[in-house]
């Protein structure tokens, strides 16, 4: 007597129970039935082949060395919050986690990186702001960022802080928006480049206040923040990493953060939503991963980095870094990505922003 299943793991649950009917006794002769109780025993553990599968991956996972790339030189805001999750993850784990900048086209080269290498987990991601904005600006990209790469887990929220040169006479908000009613193209706002998220916070910031100020787009936030300080140009509305030192030596004035609540390092300057309401402006960072990447390995990702968020010792360090942690499930991380994505369609539409 031979007993024969006629099942794939590949198979929808439903269509694994019902192969029970499928299970037959081959014997000389016709074919007969085998008794409920063994079709039950075969049908459960046909089912639970997958499962199992699925949990033995996870758990083998990583078992080689893993990259996160990243669209940015080393040094800036998207590589260090990069290089403090990948140590984290390195030590849970067991497996290097290599951080690597691949610069380019406003992080476009990374991103495209990620999108080709193979769905196994062992290629990520450092998701970013330019990721949302790049959607709209750039007109003719090789993929889709919301379909091509899945959302892990999000790492940080950070302000950006809308800051002045002390010569500017307004001291508040309200004062700022006045004057620069009173003043129209007057006055020059600093970015680190057409289509940053430097860049697309002011022009948000002047689509809602209707005030007229004029761009000056830099090569990067270091020499915008020179001549700001200098006086070259009057406001910028900067990552908080880069000018917080200068807030704190009396070399730039904060008229207020972008977050939709106040930032405890700087716990007297406003919000920009107290006087515009609605207004919101923040860099996110994350991790994304390959369409088509097992699930499995997608939740064992998310549950350490979301454990490394919890770790007292960083939060601090990214409390240092002016940064709030973004733990969260990959659905609620990619429910941001959408809603920032969309969001800064509508200002690089409204202000005509080119890339670079």
Not at 118 to 123: F, I, L, S, V
Not at 152 to 161: C, D, E, F, K, L
Not at 173 to 199: D, V
Request: charged content about 20%; proline content about 9%; some cysteine.
């Amino acid at each position: 007597m031979r007993i024969c299943a006629y099942s794939s793991p590949m198979l929808p649950r439903k269509d694994k129970l019902s192969f029970v009917n499928a299970v037959v006794v081959e014997k000389e002769g016709p074919q007969m039935r085998l008794p409920r109780r063994q079709f039950l025993r075969l049908a459960a553990g046909a089912a639970a082949l997958p499962a199992v599968s699925r949990i033995a991956r996870a758990q083998s996972y990583p078992s080689r060395p893993v990259r996160i790339i990243v669209g940015f030189a080393a040094g800036g805001s998207a590589d260090i919050v990069a290089r403090l999750i990948g140590p984290w993850l390195s030590e849970r784990l067991g497996q290097s986690f290599i951080i690597e900048n691949r610069t380019g086209a406003g992080g476009n080269i990374a991103t495209e990186a990620v999108v080709r290498a193979p769905p196994d987990g062992y290629t990520l991601l450092l998701v970013n702001p330019a990721n949302a904005i790049n959607a709209t600006l750039y007109d003719k990209l090789n993929f889709s960022f919301i379909r091509d790469i899945g959302p892990v887990a999000g790492i940080i929220r950070m302000p950006n802080v809308m800051v002045v040169n002390p010569s500017v006479p307004a001291k508040t908000l309200p004062e700022f928006i006045a004057y620069a009613k009173a003043n129209p193209g007057k006055i020059n706002m600093a970015s680190a480049g057409n289509g940053t998220a430097i860049h697309v916070s002011g022009e948000l910031f002047k689509m809602m206040t209707g005030v007229n100020m004029v761009h000056v787009p830099y090569r990067g936030a270091p020499p915008a923040l020179t001549d700001l300080i200098g006086g070259q140009v009057q406001v910028m509305f900067d990552n908080m990493p880069n000018s917080i030192e200068h807030i704190r030596g009396g070399r730039l004035r904060p008229l207020a953060v972008t977050t939709a609540t106040r930032w405890e390092g700087l716990p007297d300057v406003p919000t920009v939503g107290d006087f515009v309401p609605g207004y919101e402006a923040t860099v996110m960072d994350g991790v994304g991963f390959p369409k088509n990447t097992p699930p499995e390995i997608v939740q064992r990702l998310n549950k350490e980095i979301n454990a490394g968020l919890a770790d007292p010792k960083m939060k601090a360090r990214l409390a240092d870094l002016g940064a709030m942690a973004l733990a969260s499930s990959p659905a609620d991380f990619g429910k941001l990505i959408v809603d920032e994505t969309e969001k800064w369609a509508k200002v690089i539409k409204f202000a005509g922003i080119k890339p670079d």
